[in-house]
Structures are given as C-alpha cells and as structure tokens.
C-alpha cells in the first residue's frame, strides 16, 4: 500500500511518498526555484566556442545555456547513419535564433545544459520533430519492440524520431497514432509562438509539481492520496478518474493541524539534511557533499558484532548498501558518488554488497550507472541529475563559518512560516505576533505585501510582523490573541 501525502496550500509545494509507513521519496518545489528541465525556449546564440565544441545560448535567464555540437538534429542524424558529425561552426552562429529545450539545470558556476533536438512527451511515447531514430523502451520483449519499431517508421517522416514508452505495450494502433499526431499540432503551435516572439522567449514550461506526481500515480503500485488544497484536489481529482480510478484514492484533508505534523512525516526533511545517517545495528553513514561530488563514509560506529570481524563489516556494509540507495532518492543525490565502505577483504563479500547495491538502486527512477570498486575498495557510481538535491533547495552556504557549513534558507523558513500559519486557519484569532529576521520577512511578504494580505485574508487575523536581529534565518510566532 502507497500513501501520497500533498501540501499544496503555500507557493512551496511538497508531497511524500510512503510505502508500507516508510517513506521513500521527498519532493520539494519552491517558486524561486523551480526547474527548468523541460523548458523549450526561443534562443539567441550569444557566442560560439570551437574548442569546446559548443555554443552558449541567451534563454533569457542569469546565465547562458550550454549546447553542444552533438545536440543538434543534424549530427543526431549523422551517429544514427554513420556519418561524420559536423563541427559546431558549421551547426549554428553567432547570432542566430533557434529552438532548444532544457536537459539539465544549472548548477555552480554552470549554465542550464541545452538540446536542439526538442523532445515532447506523450502519455505512450516521446515525440521529435527532428529526432530520426526509433527507439523502444528496452523493459519490453523483443517481439513487441520489433513491431513497435516498424510501426514507427511507416509513421513517422524522414525528419521525425519517436520514442516508445514501455506502456505504449498495452496500447491500441489508433492510440498512438492518435497521440502521435496531437504531439505534432503541439509542436506546430510551438514554432508559431516562436515566429511571434522575441528572442529570448520561453515558449513552454513544465510544471514539475504536477508532472512528478502524475509520473507517481503512473509507475506507483496504487493507495491513498491526501491533499489539503481543494485546487490541486481537483486538478489530481480529474487525472486519476480518468485513469487511475482503480489504483488510487484520494481525499481532501480539511483539518487545521498540517497534513504533515497529522501523518508523522513533518521530521522528514530536517533528517534527510542530516550528515549522519544511523543504521539499525549501531553503524553509520557519513554523508559530505560538494559541487563537484558526494562522498559517503560507512562506519561501523557502535556496532561490533556477535560474529568474526568479516561477518561483522559484511553485515554493515549491507546495510549500508540498502541505506544509501534509499538516501539517493530522498535526498536527490546526483552527479559522481564515492561510497567507502568498510574495507572488505573478501572478493565474494564486494560482489554480495555490489548485489544488494544494485538490487535497492532498482527503485530508484532515475538513471544511476554503477562502475564497481576503485583498486582502493570504493565503490563509485554516477546519478542523472535533472533538477537540484534538496540539499540545494532547502539550505544556502552558512555566513557565519565562511561557508564550509550550510543552514536552512531564508526562502525556506518563510515557507516553513507560511505552512505553521495554515493551521490557525477557522480559529478564532484576531491577531498573530511574528518576529523574524528581515530577509525571512521579505520573503514571507513578497512584493508590496501581496503574500501577508492573502494570508491575512485566508486565516481571517491581522499578522503583525516584528524584525529581529540575527546571523542566521529565523522566524518564531510570538504571541497569539
């Protein structure tokens, strides 16, 4: 039994996943930082660098998207073939205004990573306007993927390439090629809004808080779902009844007390920012992170063991094994990871952790690629990135320690604020005392007051906001009437 639990009631949105009473996925969505993987936009190529063999484009954010030569429709073609793939001055210059979609966020000093070859996802395959390939979900037999792949060539033009989804299985011929041909009156409309604007223009936004959660609903084994905003109720309401009414229920929870301090997962967030990790026998992760990459430590802490010393850290490391996949997701680790396990002497042993490694990483969604042990016995393993590890979303370098330490964000505890504040919704209090430090304040307000009016209007209280002095972000409610 899964159990999705929804706050959509402030501007930051979050939901939970819980199977079984254990979570196992946390999801984070604030309006600063909301991701722009998805994203296709009207770009201006601003320069165009040889040596790297790419060109950096205008979007119309702080820092400019980075394409690569090989991210063009015309050198798609070329790998696909045989071809020799052209240099990047002969696939675009500068100047020049073209279509390209997001593929990974910015992160560091690092621009968004751009694709000229635009991707646009149906609910049974993946559709490019200049795609030219097939390709076949791999989940699938070898029989389906062999008339999969050749109804997509007589389907598609010489230009286009489809992807099909590992549903598409199930689907009827019109079906698809009903999706098929709304995918390409989409991308049409696109190209239009394109003529019309001016670069940079964003043409097409994803909303990761919805498209998270239908991915959930679609790849989930079924359960309850529990929302305490009556329009993102409605929006989830819609979707599953027309798919999903045999899998999931849902339900408006309309109590005071937030929906996360009702289901006992409120705790979560501040346990996943944590360093350590303990495991049940005593032991413990050391969990580090940095731009570059992440690097976990297994240590058998408390732990010593009934058994020989090899049984002992095998037991560990396994446990540790199973841990660190989970942390994986909850935390939405990314980018080059180092797990220094406890030294095993035994190659059977690193097979046997390697094993229950891979087996855990299997519920994961995103793509991990695991590489094996260094010749130092650390396993090292590369994560997708698609969005920021909610390390980067929730907390900002500390001012205090010249940033080799990190605290929650401004932005974060004015939402964490606006969340406590929820619950004196339908009481009776004429006015509420707040005192916080001036940048959680004007985030909390938001600009001319907008934010404090609706609030004030929603809980029927005058909030009265006091400005304290301190190093760090904080807030406290401090008197109710």
Request: glycine share 6%; with cysteine.
């Amino acid at each position: 039994m899964e159990e999705i639990i929804v706050h959509g009631k402030g501007r930051e949105k979050r939901w939970v996943l819980r199977k079984d009473q254990k979570v196992s996925g946390l999801y984070t969505y604030q309006p600063q930082e909301e991701t722009l993987t998805g994203n296709i936009y009207y770009g201006k190529v601003v320069k165009v660098q040889k040596g790297l063999g790419a060109a950096f484009v205008d979007i119309g954010h702080d820092k400019n998207g980075y394409l690569h030569e090989k991210e063009f429709p015309q050198n798609i073609e070329a790998y696909h073939s045989g071809d020799t793939a052209l240099p990047i001055g002969k696939c675009v210059h500068e100047g020049q205004k073209l279509l390209v979609q997001v593929t990974k966020d910015a992160a560091g000093t690092k621009g968004p990573k751009l694709s000229a070859v635009i991707e646009l996802k149906g609910e049974h395959l993946v559709y490019m306007p200049e795609g030219h390939y097939i390709a076949v979900s791999k989940k699938l037999d070898e029989t389906k993927r062999r008339d999969l792949k050749r109804a997509g060539k007589e389907w598609k033009n010489e230009k286009e390439g489809i992807v099909f989804r590992t549903n598409a299985s199930t689907a009827e011929w019109k079906e698809l090629t009903e999706e098929l041909e709304a995918l390409r009156t989409r991308f049409r409309a696109l190209e239009g809004l394109s003529r019309r604007s001016k670069a940079p223009a964003l043409l097409y936004k994803e909303d990761a808080f919805y498209t998270d959660l239908f991915e959930q609903l679609k790849r989930g084994k079924g359960g309850n779902i529990y929302v305490d905003d009556f329009s993102c109720f409605e929006h989830l309401k819609t979707w599953i009844n027309a798919q999903y009414s045999e899998k999931w229920s849902i339900e408006l929870y309309r109590q005071n007390e937030n929906i996360f301090h009702h289901f006992g997962v409120a705790a979560v967030w501040k346990n996943a920012l944590k360093k350590v990790v303990w495991l049940e026998n005593g032991a413990f992760l050391l969990i580090e992170s940095t731009e570059a990459l992440t690097v976990v430590d297994v240590n058998s802490g408390k732990f010593t063991g009934k058994d020989d010393l090899e049984q002992t850290v095998l037991q560990t490391n396994k446990l540790a094994a199973v841990e660190m996949a989970k942390q994986l997701v909850l935390r939405n680790i990314s980018g080059i990871i180092l797990i220094d396990f406890i030294d095993m002497k035994k190659e059977s042993h690193r097979q046997e952790v390697l094993s229950l490694f891979s087996e855990a990483l299997q519920a994961d969604s995103q793509r991990t690629n695991v590489l094996g042990f260094t010749s130092l016995g650390v396993l090292e393993l590369t994560r997708k990135r698609t969005r920021p590890s909610l390390r980067e979303y929730l907390t900002v370098p500390c001012p205090v320690c010249s940033g080799t330490g990190r605290i929650v964000s401004p932005e974060s505890k004015a939402f964490q604020l606006e969340r406590d504040l929820w619950e004196y919704q339908g009481n009776d209090t004429a006015n509420i005392t707040i005192e916080a430090t001036k940048d959680v304040l004007d985030v909390f307000t938001g600009i001319d007051n907008q934010h404090v009016r609706r609030l004030e209007k929603a809980l029927n209280s005058k909030l009265d906001l006091k400005v304290i002095e301190l190093s760090h972000p904080h807030y406290q409610i401090a008197k109710i009437i």
